[in-house]
């Protein structure tokens, strides 16, 4: 079965510093699809970034980027320079190539401290 | 880019009754589509896979008979919460994916929710 874990159920940090976001993953499949989702306050649901597992090069959007290790199963979210408006849950997710679901972690809940 | 329009964002009803919800794809045809509901400060728990013309798929757990779900067009699929009780209050969230997007067919957008309300 395809897990998604996020061990940090909360984090905070202080305006205009970095802060990273853990997220490991488990499945057996070796082509798939990762992403992070931003849930502000407003509960829409916004994709912040995606990576394609067969890209060794890790993504990157403008503040965004992520620290894909393809071998450990990690995928962690860089968001640098953060702003009062970065202020939201994070969900890591996955979905398997061909397949339709489409699976979450359990979500970090970011507080940016002005 | 891809929008996904889900509607009531909130409605209020009393026990017994039903509520629809309703997800459109805005600018794009999608033969599938998603149905989550989303506890407080918890992750997305998928409901359904909403399959244009066919009968949808439910997950273990989500009761057919009280979820029902049409997707009876490419552009929309409707939720329908049958005999709703104080239980059944949630925010439920509907995606789909735009196949010839830019996204590509793994990104899925999404619609802003509804906050169901059973009184």
Redesign the interface.
């Known amino acids: 079965a395809q897990t998604v874990t996020q061990s940090q159920p909360e984090m905070s940090v202080q305006e205009a510093e970095t802060v990273t976001l853990s997220c490991t993953y488990d499945t057996s499949e070796s082509d798939y699809?990762l992403?992070w989702?931003k849930q502000p306050p407003?509960?829409?649901?916004?994709?912040v970034i995606?990576q394609e597992a067969y890209k060794q090069q890790n993504a990157t959007e403008n503040r965004f980027s992520v620290n894909f290790q393809k071998a450990a199963k990690s995928f962690s979210l860089k968001i640098s320079d953060s702003q009062l408006g970065d202020a939201a849950m994070y969900?890591c997710a996955f979905?398997i190539?061909g397949a339709?679901?489409?699976v979450?972690?359990?979500?970090t809940?970011l507080t940016i401290n002005p | 880019g891809a929008v996904v329009s889900q509607h009531p964002s909130w409605v209020i009803c009393k026990s017994g009754t039903s509520v629809k919800i309703e997800c459109r794809s805005l600018d794009f045809q999608a033969t599938t589509m998603f149905w989550y509901r989303q506890f407080p400060k918890q992750s997305l728990m998928l409901m359904a896979t909403s399959n244009e013309g066919s009968k949808a798929t439910y997950e273990q757990g989500v009761e057919k008979d009280k979820f029902l779900i049409n997707h009876a067009s490419l552009t929309l699929s409707t939720l329908t919460v049958t005999s709703a009780h104080p239980e059944d209050s949630s925010f439920y969230i509907c995606s789909a994916r735009d196949y010839k997007g830019a996204g590509g067919a793994n990104v899925l957008t999404f619609g802003a929710g509804s906050r169901l309300t059973v009184l």
């Open positions: 699809y992403f989702y407003s509960r829409q649901m916004i994709l995606r969900f979905i190539q339709q679901k489409l979450f972690g359990q979500g809940r």
